[in-house]
């Protein structure tokens, strides 16, 4: 549906999901893309200094192109997922070489075969203190701001037909702390743009959720900033925490639903956003579903609810806000 306006559509996987013949099934008949969730980070990729291991996500790409789908890499560079060695390494120039070939070697080896790469991921941290909001993380300290051109530059150099993505989470509502990382990403993209460095998209992760306070013009005239800088958008990651949410199914999937929709219709008209990716297709495989992060637990003990199929690969009101939400966008 997606494909109509123009728009690609998405979901994030692991390969051990490929193991589920009806999940595939369902995969198949609502993506046009898919994207790594963990199986191309550094850390996942090579454990063991010299030792990269690439068979899953050979996989990946591979189910990616034997099914037509896009493929996006996720991601190239995170500072939660670099290997525990190469935090150990304190010589500045081997450090900046191995994170450059793992780069090279990475992008190099599916080069022409990626829609998009994560070149890099989260950044930004506020936390910091630091002026130029950046987070201060094995990256930084090693090499200073300066890994982040490198990081483009070699990205570029070794697959030149890929998106280059920038991807960051935590700027979709209207609190003091997201409107102080929407500044800090603008000021970064602003300035990869201003040195000539090849971003080519902004990936808006759009980790909602529900009892969030969201201003849809102040959002989209954000956006509006983003695009002025001739950066493309993409949805990378949306998907929706129901912590806050009563148990009841019927009234929590209207809610979710409710906070797709009033996100996604100032986001999917601005011209520049080119698709969106959730972060899983269904309820049966989601890290919200695994409860990784305190704030997904919901008080009542429930399974959360964030995808838009369920568990047993049902489309729910989820499903049919996205649809609505594309069905929405005047075709690009
Ligand atoms: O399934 C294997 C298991 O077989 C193995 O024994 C175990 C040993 O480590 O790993 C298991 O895989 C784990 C996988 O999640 C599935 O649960 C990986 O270790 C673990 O690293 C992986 O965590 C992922 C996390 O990023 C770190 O890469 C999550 O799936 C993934 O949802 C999460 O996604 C992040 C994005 O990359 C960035 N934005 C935020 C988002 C949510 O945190």
Known sequence: MAAIRGLFYGAAIATRHLNDPAFVAALLQECGMIVSEWEAQWAALEPVRGKPDYTALDRLVEFAASNGLLFRGHSGIWYKRVPDWFGAINDRAEAERLML????????????????????????????GRPDGLRREVLLDKFGPGYIDLLFHAARAADPQA??????????????????????????????RSRG????????QAHLRIGARFNADIWARWL?????????????????????APGDIAERDRQVAAEYERF?????????????LAWGLS??????????????????GLPPRPLPLDADLKRKPAWQAMADAVIAVPKR
């Not at 990475?106 to 075969?113: A, D, H, L």
Request: net charge negative; with cysteine.
């Open 283 to 300: 309820d049966r495989y989601s890290w919200i579903v695994r409860g990784t992060e305190p704030y997904h637990k919901r008080p009542d």
């Open 197 to 204: 460095v090849p971003v080519d998209v902004f990936g808006i």
């Open 101 to 128: 070939e793992h780069v090279q070697a990475k992008f190099s080896r599916y080069r022409g075969r990626v829609q998009s790469w994560d070149v890099l991921n989260e950044a930004v941290d506020l936390r910091s």
């Open 224 to 244: 509006d900033e983003v695009a002025g800088l001739g950066i493309k958008l993409m949805i990378t990651e949306i998907d929706v925490t129901d912590a806050a």
């Open 264 to 276: 996604l219709a100032p986001t999917l008209k601005n011209p520049a956003l080119i698709g969106m």
């Open 163 to 192: 998106l280059l993505c920038y991807n960051d989470y935590g700027v979709e509502y209207d609190t003091p702390w997201h409107a102080g990382r929407r500044e800090a990403i603008l000021a970064l993209l602003r300035g990869c």
